[in-house]
């Protein structure tokens, strides 16, 4: 897949329809982006290929196989883990092993991870306030906000994403000031405009998806160790790991880290990162992340779960209770804490699903049309469930 040279990808245009796809494969070529390198040594996998292209499921009162489902939702990569091994792989278009596809928001769970590693080194805390670690954010919205509130999107902070088609709207425009598309002659730095945000509730008072939490959260961990987050994230994150091939991070400007959704990885690499979690943070016998911090996505917390509801009532039409038990804690969406089902979401389709009862791991990289697509996002999560009841 080649760009068409009659209507270039640009930072103006990558998140067009027409360009996403291309652009999401290709970021290195578009936006200042930082290597995040692998080891000397990579973790093997083993293989045990499942025929699961053909594997039926219900889902909103029709049939479906896995083959299907992955052409209605615009999959460019899918792979399932099962007890370790690979068990399915598939690649559409131009995707292949060797891609480095843009994770968007599942970037937010890989800065979490990282924030882990860092509490077990003794280098960072979740329990200090923001202000002690970027002072410069004293005396505005973020007095009193600590690095908790921000792991679980309950800083008070207004920062209105609830549309992502609305290119006016507060996000977009964060999100251009902070490096993701062009920016105007007038916009701030990132530091300016994140001390310059206005206060929509107390901290801790409401669950509220915002970005800008996760921008804050890694430049916290960049103030804390004197380190850019690639390099951070290659010494506590990638090298343990074992990772396959080396990743990209995405920078703003002033090398500002764009933790939100600025991952670049392989599929193989994104499910070896969701195989750490199912892991309880091992690799290969390696101890990478701190199994306390990993274990606490597992058990429920009454008090996020109010203010999840609050958003994202349980929904009795869908036939489903899953909502009734979710809640967002540590930048990861958990479907059900005790039966340890937890997944990181990212807009266009990427994710990747933490399935303990079944032993699995199911990474996916697409590319919707839409940034947000509410019926692909329910029928992916179906096809996600349904393969881990049948090799479960």
Not at 200 to 229: D, M, N
Not at 303 to 322: E, K, R
Not at 329 to 341: F, K, L
Request: net charge negative; proline share 5%; glycine share 8%.
């Amino acid at each position: 897949m080649t760009p068409d040279p009659r209507t270039p990808t640009t930072p103006r245009t990558m998140w067009e329809a027409s360009h996403i796809r291309w652009a999401q494969m290709h970021t290195r070529e578009l936006l200042p982006s930082a290597r995040v390198s692998r080891g000397e040594t990579a973790t093997a996998l083993p293989r045990r290929p499942r025929d699961l292209a053909g594997l039926r499921f219900e889902h909103a009162g029709r049939e479906w196989t896995l083959a299907a489902a992955m052409a209605e939702t615009d999959v460019d990569g899918w792979m399932v883990l099962h007890d370790g091994a690979i068990v399915f792989e598939h690649y559409a278009g131009a995707m292949t092993a060797e891609t480095r596809h843009l994770c968007q928001s599942v970037s937010k769970s890989m800065t979490s991870a990282l924030a882990g590693a860092l509490v077990e080194a003794g280098r960072f805390s979740i329990d200090a306030l923001v202000t002690d670690y970027v002072g410069e954010l004293a005396a505005t919205v973020w007095d009193g906000c600590t690095l908790q509130h921000v792991l679980d999107m309950t800083a008070g902070v207004s920062f209105d994403e609830s549309d992502y088609d609305d290119m006016e709207s507060e996000a977009w425009r964060g999100f251009r000031v902070c490096g993701w598309l062009e920016r105007l002659p007038d916009d701030p730095m990132p530091a300016d405009y994140i001390a310059g945000l206005r206060r929509q509730a107390e901290h801790g008072a409401e669950f509220e998806y915002r970005s800008i939490c996760t921008e804050v959260l890694g430049w916290c961990l960049e103030r804390a160790t004197g380190k850019p987050l690639a390099e951070l994230f290659s010494e506590h994150i990638w090298r343990p790991l074992g990772a396959a091939h080396e990743g990209d991070f995405i920078v703003g400007p002033g090398g500002f880290p764009l933790a939100d959704g600025g991952f670049c990885v392989t599929l193989h690499d994104l499910a070896l990162f969701g195989l750490l979690f199912l892991q309880e943070g091992e690799i290969d016998g390696r101890r990478v992340l701190p199994r306390d911090r990993v274990r606490r996505l597992r058990t429920t917390d009454p008090g996020l779960v109010t203010l999840f509801a609050a958003v994202y009532p349980p929904d009795a039409d869908a036939g489903t209770d899953a909502y009734d038990r979710s809640f967002y804690h540590d930048q990861w969406w958990i479907r059900d804490a005790e039966a340890g089902i937890y997944c990181g979401y990212g807009i266009y389709g990427q994710a990747v699903l933490i399935h303990h009862p079944s032993t699995s791991v199911v990474a996916r990289f697409s590319t919707w049309p839409t940034a947000d697509d509410t019926k692909k996002l329910a029928l992916s999560d179906a096809a996600a469930l349904a393969v881990c009841d049948a090799i479960g």
